[in-house]
């Protein structure tokens, strides 16, 4: 699997339609242009044999990288696509500047819970009633860079990142 930029608008229709495929209160055409456009927020796919199968869409912060919407197709879960977008994500963390990736997930989404767990992430707080269209209370997810042993974990994310 390899990780590269989206190309909107080339992307977006399949990025999209696994959006929709993976969540009942989904992102809209609207919602993603809308946050591609502006500075600061990115969004990276992973492709399987040339086939985009997931996506991550992210905001840069001075200190931290906050994961806004993360999806892979139902055909490739579990089989390490979103682990490849999360390294992608982690390899950009460094000492003394980006330390740390946050996510907040929907106390109903289990699976996310357990992916971030897999990968990493701890349940740091929860936030009641953030979700407005449903009042769900979300769960905040942190991986802070000094989990990591030292800098040679984050060459090791970087290189596994590649075989994949």
């Known amino acids: ?5 989206a190309v909107p608008p080339q992307d977006l229709n399949l990025i999209l339609k696994i959006e929709e495929e993976s969540f009942n ?7 993603f242009i809308q946050r591609l ?3 600061g927020y990115h969004c990276w796919v992973v492709e399987n044999r040339k086939k985009l199968i997931g996506y991550v869409v992210y905001k840069r912060h001075p200190s931290f990288i906050e994961i806004l919407n993360l999806a892979i197709h139902p055909k490739y879960r579990l089989k390490g696509a979103g682990r490849t977008l999360v390294n992608k994500l982690k390899s950009k963390l460094r000492k003394g500047e980006i330390a740390k990736i946050v996510m907040l997930i929907r106390e109903t989404n289990l699976d996310g819970h357990l992916f971030a767990n897999k990968n990493g992430f701890i349940a740091t707080s929860v936030e009641r009633n953030c979700y407005i269209k449903t009042n769900e ?5 942190t991986f802070r860079l000094e989990w990591l042993d030292d800098s040679e ?3 090791a994310i970087s290189s596994n990142n590649k075989l994949n």
């Open 25 to 31: 209160n989904f992102w809209t055409k609207k919602d």
């Open 1 to 5: 699997m390899k990780c590269r930029k």
């Open 137 to 141: 209370d979300g769960y905040n997810f």
């Open 37 to 39: 456009t502006t500075r």
């Open 153 to 155: 974990s984050i060459k």
